[in-house]
């Protein structure tokens, strides 16, 4: 008798210690093996006639960003890891309008915005109107994590990332010919393509979501003007119950129909399904031409809907699929 009541102590002793840490605070709960990711790189008028080695360009990039993700998901990194290193990534390459590469502002200048959310515990941090700053998600993170507040913005930010040692850069370091061009385009009343956001939502082996977008905005935006995407809620969200929804678009509309929000709210408070939900908020909410999505709920199930021509965008699980797209 007393054996088996000392086995079963032992049991429940290692059980205990396998969620408890030192601290007897809880710790993820035991690996599962699924996970999906899903990012995009902005929707828009994405003209099907561009060159084929613009596309192929396009393409690998999604291809490598999607690859950092899939890794730390496969090696069994978190979801929050896996959304700010595939955003850091984007937030380097030129060709997407976040990091160098974002639009210029009707003064000539970047200002950029960036938010991150934590499916597990609604946790979320967001930057607004940076100048100075390479990687806007990782401050974003940062204010998740080292203040009590969700959003800086300015000056504010920029000084809170010099106190968290993150060196800033001169305002010319996001300047690009190409963003230039489609200013000077815009100002010209060409056609100019406003795209290039990113963005990537997650959900990893462990069962958490996580969620965050980063930009550059609206081409020639007016200087102050903050879009949907460092909005918790309209741009990004994310929560364990539901799933996980970084937007993309015209921001003034996805911040009047608090889009990720409504993602959320829809499957929580109607029981749709994620696809229902989506369809809902890009199809019948929103107009013709205003965006797109990706979202991935917590059983794995994803979807990116856009009422654009095109949206960059790229999904890989656990069980193998890994692709690339930009159309329909
Ligand atoms: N939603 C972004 C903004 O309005 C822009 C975009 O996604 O293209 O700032």
């Not at 205990?16 to 030192?22: A, E, G, H, K, Y």
């Not at 006639?49 to 069994?76: C, F, H, Q, T």
């Not at 010919?177 to 997650?202: A, I, N």
């Amino acid at each position: 008798m007393k054996s088996i009541i000392f086995a079963a102590i032992t049991v429940a002793v290692i059980v205990l210690t396998q969620f408890l840490d030192s601290t007897g605070s809880k710790k993820s709960l035991p690996a599962k093996e699924n996970y999906t990711i899903v990012i995009h790189g902005g929707a828009g008028a994405i003209s099907k006639d561009m060159p084929k080695v613009v596309r192929d360009d396009y393409l690998n990039s999604l291809s490598d960003a999607l690859k950092i993700g899939r890794d730390i998901l496969e090696k069994g990194g978190t979801a929050m890891d896996a959304v700010e290193k595939v955003i850091n990534y984007f937030e380097t390459d030129p060709k997407f309008n976040a990091g160098i590469g974002a639009v210029y502002t009707s003064n000539g200048t970047h200002e950029l915005d960036a938010s991150i959310m934590d499916g597990r515990d609604l946790a979320c941090g967001a930057v607004a109107g940076v100048k100075h700053i390479v990687h806007p998600i990782s401050l974003a993170r940062l204010v998740m994590e080292k203040t009590q507040h969700v959003l800086l913005a300015y000056d504010g930010a920029e000084e809170f990332a010099k106190q968290m040692g993150i060196k800033l850069v001169p305002s010319n370091y996001f300047d690009t010919p190409e963003r230039y061009k489609q200013w000077q385009d815009f100002l010209m009343k060409l056609k100019s393509e406003k795209h290039g956001t990113v963005g990537c939502v997650v959900l990893d082996k462990y069962g958490n979501l996580a969620a965050g977008t980063s930009t550059g905005g609206m081409s020639n935006k007016m200087p102050g003007r903050i879009g949907d995407s460092p909005l918790i809620g309209d741009g990004t969200y994310a929560n364990n119950k539901t799933c996980a929804v970084s937007c993309t678009g015209w921001g003034e509309k996805f911040i009047r129909n608090a889009v990720a929000f409504n993602v959320s709210a829809l499957m929580e408070f109607k029981g749709m399904t994620l696809k229902q939900a989506t369809d809902e908020v890009i199809y019948k909410i929103l107009q013709k031409n205003d965006g797109g999505l990706i979202a991935v709920d917590k059983k794995g199930n994803y979807s990116t809907p856009f009422n654009t021509e095109g949206m960059f965008r790229g999904v890989a699980t656990s069980s193998g699929k890994f692709e690339v797209k930009i159309w329909k």
